[in-house]
């Protein structure tokens, strides 16, 4: 599954041009923009499927850097301050991962 059997080719290239500069990533406005924030849980855990690439069931600290590749392969890697804070913001049970539940919740937040 691609992203864009979920979220529009041109939501996803306006979302990810909002945050090409390194520093700019804000995980609130970026799902808002793509158009993730507005779909179904079923669909956020198809998108979490395809951000999980290890298939462990939770998105890493790795995995998170690389969050914006899984959009477009063209698109930047998060800085380090990028992805501690997006982790920092998802992760609410405090064991370094993002899971389903914790995913879904930071989409609608």
Not at 2 to 7: K, V
Not at 18 to 47: E, H, R, W
Not at 71 to 79: D, E, G, I, K, N
Request: glycine content about 6%; proline content about 1%; hydrophobic content about 40%.
């Amino acid at each position: 599954m691609a992203m864009t059997d979920i979220l529009s080719a041109k939501d996803i290239e306006s979302a990810l041009s909002s945050c090409q500069a390194d520093d700019s990533f804000n995980y609130k406005s970026f799902f808002s923009m793509v158009g993730l924030s507005s779909k179904t849980p079923d669909q956020i855990k198809k998108v979490f499927g395809i951000l999980d690439q290890d298939k462990s069931g939770f998105i890493e600290e790795d995995e998170l850097q690389l969050f914006l590749k899984n959009f477009s392969s063209s698109a930047r890697v998060l800085t380090s301050a990028e992805t501690k804070a997006f982790l920092a913001a998802g992760d609410t049970d405090g064991d370094g991962k993002i899971g389903v539940e914790e995913f879904q919740s930071l989409v609608k937040a």
